[in-house]
């Protein structure tokens, strides 16, 4: 019994140890952990604080980026509207020389169209004056050779020149002028009406906000255009006056003539 008792005694001890024994381990693990607890804790703070920090940059740069961004994007568009204000202006500027030398261009096709009827009929009244200087000069030819005078003055009018015959040949070469300048004014006429189908074509084709090279290119023209037409009257005659037009283009596109009468002598009788 005894040998029982101690037994169980000394069973009894030795877990009293053992509890002993794992309650101070249990301690010492508490505490263990609760260093590295804090520890951990003290990391995270740290870390969290540093995510705000850089949180808050990344914020700050993508707002000045943004508002880079938007500032370069109205830039854009301001250099834009004012490419194309210019090149609407180019065009309407390119567009108005144009209209305006066709303007130019139709007018004076006009004018020389005019100059030209003209011209065409004075060559009949020239060539009939023609025929009619010559029966006279072939008159007075005949009388003059009817003339019955001294064999010295026979002579000499046979050596002096006839003043009818040159008249006639002047003329003649007045005549021959005349054609000449008319069939001149003809082909101003045709290159004049191409040049203005040409920019007919031009002004009727597609409008473009585009400035093409050579497209609209800038023309130089006269601001008024003057041209004479003359009627012509043959020296020393006097049948009928002579009648001087002088036509005149403004740069409004109107015609206007200045009709002179002019005596034998070149003199102005009425305007």
């Not at 980026?65 to 065009?91: C, M, P």
């Not at 473009?208 to 041209?227: D, F, H, I, R």
Request: net charge negative; charged share 30%.
């Amino acid at each position: 019994m005894s040998n029982g008792y101690r037994t169980l005694s000394q069973h009894l001890n030795d877990l009293k140890k053992e509890n002993f024994s794992l309650k101070l381990r249990i301690y010492f693990l508490e505490e263990r952990m609760q260093q590295k607890y804090e520890a951990s804790r003290e990391d995270i703070y740290k870390r969290n604080i540093e995510l705000k920090v850089e949180v808050e940059s990344l914020k700050r740069e993508l707002q000045d980026k943004k508002q880079h961004l938007d500032k370069t994007g109205a830039d854009a568009e301001t250099l834009n509207s004012q490419n194309e204000a210019e090149l609407r202006r180019q065009f309407e500027e390119r567009q108005q020389e144009t209209e305006h030398v066709y303007e130019l261009l139709e007018n004076k096709i006009q004018l020389l169209q005019e100059e030209s009827r003209l011209a065409k009929n004075e060559a009949p009244w020239m060539a009939a004056l023609a025929e009619a200087e010559k029966e006279c000069n072939l008159e007075l030819s005949e009388k003059l050779k009817g003339d019955t005078k001294g064999g010295a003055d026979a002579a000499g009018d046979r050596v002096r020149p006839d003043p009818y015959t040159e008249a006639l040949a002047q003329r003649d070469g007045r005549i021959e002028e005349l054609s000449q300048s008319l069939a001149t004014q003809e082909k101003l006429v045709e290159q004049l009406s191409q040049e203005k189908q040409q920019l007919l074509h031009l002004l009727e084709g597609p409008t473009s906000m585009e400035v093409q090279s050579g497209v609209c290119m800038p023309l130089k023209a006269q601001k008024t255009l003057y041209m004479d037409v003359h009627t012509w009257r043959p020296p020393g005659q006097s049948i009928f006056p002579c009648l001087s037009v002088h036509p005149k283009f403004d740069t409004q596109g109107r015609v206007t003539y200045n009709c002179v009468v002019l005596n034998e002598t070149g003199r102005q009788l009425k305007q």
